[in-house]
């Protein structure tokens, strides 16, 4: 019995532990005599199990079952859990929680901006970002109303999230040469104007402190110069948001937009210095050192980190060639590192992001895919535009959210003292400025200088970032900063778009820039650092002249892959014209539309060689012929069986290009029929067809190829993320290859630019290319026969390019 | 710099040189020693191989050209009136000088002034036109030697068939200007002299 009771509670330590009481009893005796009494329990318990064991009265029996089905019933202590049938169908909130969450609300701004255009009415009168703030109370109020208690837009995610895109936007876009021809005048007001802001705002509201009444004496000045700081800069999601709709000129638009970009060192620095020691009274002469010179450290810091990294960005798409997918992850990351690494060490991150965006600009763009430059310029946009939504949302539900306290001195007064500040230092600013320009501002464009200093998110987040203990006026801070946020979106806002019909701002010129504009603009630009150089003046186009010459000489060695580095400006802005309206060309379908000049002489490649202007097509014979349709038959039969590659690292060639081919080839059908007398034996309509007039030119000795080491641009390249298309055209280059033709070299440097198929799998759709034939996805595959043949076909040579006529 | 008895500035020369091109005493002064640094013969005008030791002029792809500008129809050398006539050009125009208008001749750096400098430079052979070979050549020179002669003909070609109106495949001066009336001319071909 006991060596019977022991097995027992050894083979069933969780009995054991089931029943503390007993084990408490201590002595073994005890138990043992429990035991038995243990078992008919479990016993009767598992009887009670739906389909449970019946156990068998022997001990032993109990050994045998399986200890896990005992573990089941432990959960309850002594209680029987029932078995649950296998859940078909749960529910698990908390799991996805954060993401759901994130994702309605992103969901929402989407859905608000896609509103907004619909009520196209309501968005011509009142700015998005005013909708947007009312939105953001709306749902506030809402979730208010429901019960729970509205997210507030928390510093971090601002700062870290929502912020960073728009200004990367701002910054990879930002127009380099009206920016650097103001330069002094942004810088001016940034700086300087920010400062008097601050300055003035704070003393002044320190003053209404004093005066104002027992519930504002206790702040001190530089609570007051804090506070002042933080609502002096003028913010650059509002500027962007309110000036994007109103089109105006492009010189008050980076003045404005410079502005709030580049006043953002000074805010830091005010910012961190009057948080240090807004709660001492006394502020040394060593302090106001330190924070002249930290100025200094963190705007000049930003640039730095921005130029290093952009510089690393730059050097890194030199090499991108074989990855193209994720070219556009490089921008977007750099310069993210670059913001983040300022910030870490209390730099400005604003001015570390342009920076690096300004100077990765040129290099990238060289390196990189036109399919990846979309990308970026996609993405940015995207992001800045749901960042931008966000903000505003977040504005408005955080007015609902947070605490406020309301002063009506306070309130009134600061925004008060905002404008009069604001309108007096552009005022005094541009009086100075003028002295110094060559074309001066007129009152027009300080009206509109002064009025476009909106104040936004950043001015909030700031505020919020505030230390509770620290600073207890924080709420009422927080109060005043929403009011005159508010009223600088909705009032000025909302006004300044009649404002600036009222006054016949000029506004911005929609027209792309022509070649013609280019080209001159250039020569001016010689022709003036000339004469600066005759005057001995050293001046703007002199130094702008040296740096483009070191750009040259060195830098552009190092960070733009190949041949691309020895392109000049001008030509590499007439290849993107060329290529821009080529795409325009396609879309719109038609043909009629390219000059005659264009398509005579683009497709000329920069090689001094001398090449045909003409293209030779030789008249077929008859048996010619024959012999084509019989290898076509022949190889159709090979080809079937391969399959289309999958490949998740390279791009399918996209409709576009296929329309564009067809274009292409619909051009150079028509030239065809023009020039030659019909065919003997095959009928006119099949001429016309895609498929033949491929089998003639595969037949064709003079296949098509890429110039291998042409230093050039063709002028229409497709992407080369698209390899297996053979579709896609080489445009520009007649070169005539194959069976005496130059040896093609390897075309490494043209990896930018030019069509290489990776791997033998067959190439992309073809639908759009051959409308109307049955044997669609055969005459792909009939391309592949014919690219095969060639002599001189090595795999990654290519097939043979459809040229394009001339 | 000593005082050359011969070349020094008359009181008298300044004021004419102002009347004529607006440029303030003290520009003209500080003009005028720059301009007798770079007169290394000391006798009072300039010539070609004067301009031409500037350094950075040399390898401006303009250079010759702009030299050539500065010497009338025909001369080799160039006095100080000729020399400041032709920077008189590139002085910013100012707000004051925007309101008397049409009163007496035309101010050097007015903006079509200023154009028709820039149109000269293209047009070697003064017929008034910027032919597709006078466009080649300042591409050529702008562009540098490793683009073909083919590529820089359809870019010429285009840019004559962007800008020509009248049809006669070279661009009048009217179309120059026409063209550039986006460009902010007033701005671009200015030189801050400072006072």
Known sequence: ?806 | MGSRASTLLRDEEIEEIKKETGFSHSQITRLYSRFTSLDKGENGTLSREDFQRIPELAINPLGDRIINAFFPEGEDQVNFRGFMRTLAHFRPIEDNEKSKDQNGPEPLNSRSNKLHFAFRLYDLDKDDKISRDELLQVLRMMVGVNISDEQLGSIADRTIQEADQDGDCAISFAEFVKVLEKVDVEQKMSIRFLH
């Open chain 1, 1 to 806: 019995m006991a060596c019977l009771s022991s097995a027992h509670l050894s083979a069933d330590p969780h009995l054991a532990s089931l029943l503390p009481l007993s084990h408490s009893e201590g002595c073994l005796h005890g138990l043992q005599a429990n035991a038995p009494r243990v078992s008919e329990t479990t016993r009767e318990q598992r009887w009670g199990e739906p389909g449970g064991i019946t156990a068998a009265p022997p001990a032993t029996a109990q050994e045998v079952h399986p200890l896990s089905k005992q573990h089941h019933n432990h959960s309850a202590e002594g209680h029987p859990k029932p078995r649950k049938a296998f859940p078909v169908l749960g529910i698990d909130y908390s799991h996805v929680r954060i993401p759901f969450e994130i994702s309605l609300w992103i969901l929402l701004a989407c859905l608000m901006k896609m509103g907004f255009h619909v009520m196209s009415s309501v968005s011509k009168v009142v700015p998005e970002s005013c909708l947007l703030i009312v939105v953001g109370l709306l749902v506030g109020g809402l979730i208010k109303a429901v019960g729970e208690k509205p997210p507030i837009l928390k510093s971090d995610i601002f700062f870290l999230f929502l912020l960073p895109p728009i200004i990367l936007d701002a910054g990879y876009f930002l127009p380099l040469r009206q920016f650097t021809e103001n330069l002094g005048t942004i810088l001016i007001f940034a700086v300087v104007g920010t400062l008097w802001n601050a300055f003035f705002l704070g003393g002044l509201m320190y003053a209404v402190c004093q005066i104002g009444g027992s519930g504002l004496n206790h702040i001190g000045l530089l609570a007051n110069l804090l506070f002042g700081s933080i609502i002096s800069a003028v913010d650059p999601v509002a500027v962007l948001a309110v000036f994007e709709e109103i089109h105006i000129n492009e010189l008050l638009h980076i003045l404005v937009f410079g502005e709030s970009l580049l006043n953002d060192a000074v805010t830091v620095v005010l910012y961190h210095l009057f948080e240090e020691f807004a709660n001492f009274e006394q502020v040394t002469i060593i302090d106001i050192i330190l924070g002249f010179l930290s100025f200094f450290v963190v705007s000049l810091g930003g640039v730095f980190v921005g130029v290093i990294y952009g510089l690393i960005a730059a050097f890194t798409s030199r090499f991108t060639s074989n990855i193209r997918v994720i070219e556009p992850l490089f921008v977007f990351l750099y310069s993210y590192m670059a913001y983040l690494s300022a910030e870490l060490f209390h730099l400005s991150g604003i001015m570390a992001l342009i920076a690096s965006g300004v100077v990765m600009r040129p290099y990238v763009e060289a390196n990189i895919s036109h399919k990846s430059h979309t990308t970026i310029k996609y993405f940015l946009k995207m992001w800045s535009s749901v960042s931008e939504t966000l903000i505003f949302i977040f504005l408005g539900v955080s007015t609902v959210a947070g605490q406020h306290y309301w002063n009506w001195t306070f309130v009134i007064s600061t925004l008060l003292f905002c404008l009069i500040a604001r309108v007096l230092g552009v005022l005094v600013l541009t009086w100075f400025i003028n002295k110094f320009r060559i074309v001066k501002l007129t009152p027009k464009d300080q009206f509109i200088i002064a009025y476009g200093g909106l104040r936004g998110a950043i001015a909030f987040s700031l505020c919020y970032l505030l230390d509770y203990e620290h600073f207890n006026m924080r709420d009422m801070f927080l109060t005043a900063i929403i009011t005159v946020i508010f009223f600088t979106v909705f009032v000025q806002g909302m006004t300044i778009r009649p404002l600036v019909d009222l006054l016949a701002v000029k506004k911005k010129q929609e027209t792309k820039r022509s070649i013609n504009e280019e080209i001159h603009t250039q020569f001016l630009d010689h022709l003036l650092t000339g004469i600066e150089d005759i005057c001995g003046h050293y001046g703007h186009h002199h130094w702008k002249d040296k740096l483009n010459r070191f750009n040259k000489k060195y830098v552009k060695k190092c960070l733009i892959a190949g041949e691309r580095s020895k392109e000049p400006q001008l030509i590499a802005f007439y290849h993107k014209m060329e290529m821009k309206q080529a795409i325009e060309l396609v879309e719109s379908g038609g043909l009629g539309k390219i000059p005659s000049t264009i398509s005579a002489v683009s497709i000329q490649n920069i090689s001094p060689k001398t090449l045909p202007v003409d293209r030779i097509v030789p008249t077929l014979s008859k048996d010619r012929e024959e012999e084509i349709r019989k290898i076509l038959r022949i190889n159709l039969q090979k080809t079937r069986q391969r399959l289309r590659s999958y490949n998740r690292h390279t791009l399918v060639a996209d409709p576009y290009e296929e329309a564009w081919n067809q274009m292409v080839l619909r051009r150079q059908k028509m030239r065809q029929a023009d020039r030659q007398n019909a065919y003997l034996t095959v009928p006119a309509h099949k001429i016309d067809s895609p498929t033949m007039s491929r089998a003639r030119i595969g037949s064709d000795p003079l296949a098509y190829e890429p110039k291998p080491d042409s230093e050039n641009l063709p002028i229409i390249t497709i992407d080369p993320a698209s390899p297996q298309s053979p579709e896609s055209v080489d445009l520009p280059n007649e070169v005539p290859k194959g069976c005496g033709g130059l040896p093609p070299s390897p075309e490494e440097d043209e990896e930018g630019l030019v069509m290489r198929p990776k791997e033998p799998s067959s190439p992309g759709t073809d639908d759009v290319f051959t409308p109307g034939t049955s044997d669609s996805p055969s005459s792909q595959r009939m391309l592949r026969c014919l690219s095969d043949p060639g002599p001189r076909q090595e795999p990654e040579e290519g097939e043979p390019f459809i040229p394009k006529g001339q």
